[in-house]
Nanobody, 125 residues
Framework: QVDLRESGGGLVQAGGSLRLACGSSRGIFSDYAMGWFRQDSGKREFVAAINWRGGNTIYADSVKGRFVISNENAKNTVTLQMNNLKPEDTAFYYC???????????????????WGRGTQVTVSL
């Protein structure tokens, strides 16, 4: 079992920045892919993912160039730095861990085994 917990959400004005963190109950980043998803009005949307050992990263087109995902292995933490935030980024953000995630499935929520409880991000005009 892997317990994930997100932190860092909040209210920010458009153009501002937030840094989300996802802590793991144990060291998993060498064996798992980590992803960030967000949900607003029912649909869970892929945001970003990083593979084992922090080698490759992928991003949704909507956040590319604004968000950065990274692993802090020594702290059992994966972070999502969000810059130039827009009102449409408003959502509940979740981190997820998947042991058998592949390049083909990194953006597919069912590929992930463990999920955090999420943190709210609200971007105002």
């Amino acid at each position: 079992q892997v317990d994930l917990r997100e932190s860092g959400g909040g209210l920010v004005q458009a153009g501002g920045s937030l840094r989300l963190a996802c802590g793991s109950s144990r060291g998993i980043f060498s064996d798992y892919a980590m992803g960030w998803f967000r949900q607003d009005s029912g649909k869970r949307e892929f945001v970003a993912a990083i593979n084992w050992r922090g080698g490759n990263t992928i991003y949704a087109d909507s956040v590319k160039g604004r968000f950065v995902i990274s692993n802090e292995n020594a702290k059992n933490t994966v972070t999502l730095q969000m810059n130039n935030l827009k009102p449409e980024d408003t959502a509940f953000y979740y981190c997820a861990a998947g042991r058998d995630v592949t390049i083909a499935t990194e953006s597919w929520a069912p590929a992930y085994d463990y999920w955090g409880r999420g943190t709210q991000v609200t971007v105002s005009l």
